[in-house]
């Protein structure tokens, strides 16, 4: 089993910061199966980016994606309060397919 | 508008069974692989089981191998989850989720949730 580990745990930012989220797997992925959700409080997760660094349908520009082999980056470029949320990574390279434990993004 | 909407949650003892089905509608269901995720309560994601757009693969993580069984019905537009053997563990909230690709078994991101059905397994 690929284990993701997301860090920081929290991130407290301004309007406007630069949000840095980090994911490791305990092996090499690929990253097209790499993907990235946002998920809100009471709300179900939705999908941000796919293969590491693709925007999902209707997702703004200030959210950008990259990385590969075991290391992989969600950057949100401007802060905004609706981007408050639990972001999770997860992989898709193998069965089972694993989460990490998220990042929770508050603003201040 | 693609749509999923699970239902099927129910207060379960541990031991018992439960069906959990989840309709689909705005996109043509046979060609996409389809899933199940659970979160625990204040905890996170993990995917549960999944399945090929015709049924033919099943897919399940180690902690539910055994009690559950995953299967769909293209003619209905729906999947299903049938639960045995609950455990305490099993408290959660289920979403469906539907494969970004078409005629993608497994291998590929969770493009659409629906908003998730609730299972509590206590005495």
């Known amino acids: 089993e690929i284990v993701l580990t997301q860090s920081p745990g929290t991130l407290s930012l301004s309007p406007g910061e630069r949000a840095t989220l980090s994911c490791r797997a305990s092996?090499?992925?690929?990253?097209?199966?790499l993907a990235w959700y946002q998920q809100k409080p009471g709300q179900s997760p939705r999908l941000i980016m796919f293969g590491a660094s693709s925007r999902a349908t209707g997702i703004p520009d200030r959210f950008s994606g990259s990385g590969s082999g075991t290391d992989f980056t969600l950057t949100i470029s401007r802060l905004e309060p609706e981007d408050s949320a639990i972001y999770y990574c997860q992989q898709f390279i193998n069965s089972p397919l694993t989460f990490g434990g998220g990042t929770k993004v508050e603003i201040k | 508008e693609v749509q999923l909407v699970e239902s099927g949650g129910d207060l379960v003892q541990p031991g018992g069974s439960l069906r959990l089905s989840c309709a689909a509608s705005g996109f043509m269901f046979s060609s996409h692989g389809m899933n199940w995720v659970r979160q625990a309560p204040g905890k996170g994601l993990e995917w549960v089981s999944g399945?090929?757009?015709?049924?033919?693969?099943?897919y399940y993580a180690d902690s539910v191998k055994g009690r559950v069984t995953i299967s769909r019905d293209n003619s209905k537009n729906t999947l299903y989850l049938q639960m045995n053997s609950l455990r305490v563990e099993d408290t959660a909230v289920y979403y469906c989720?539907?494969?970004?690709?078409?005629?993608?078994?497994?291998?590929?991101?969770?493009?659409?949730w629906g908003p998730g059905t609730t299972v509590t397994v206590s005495s």
């Open positions: 092996q090499s992925v690929s990253s097209k199966f």
């Open positions: 399945i090929s757009g015709s049924g033919g693969n099943t």
């Open positions: 989720a539907k494969l970004r690709g078409i005629m993608v078994v497994l291998y590929d991101a969770f493009d659409t």
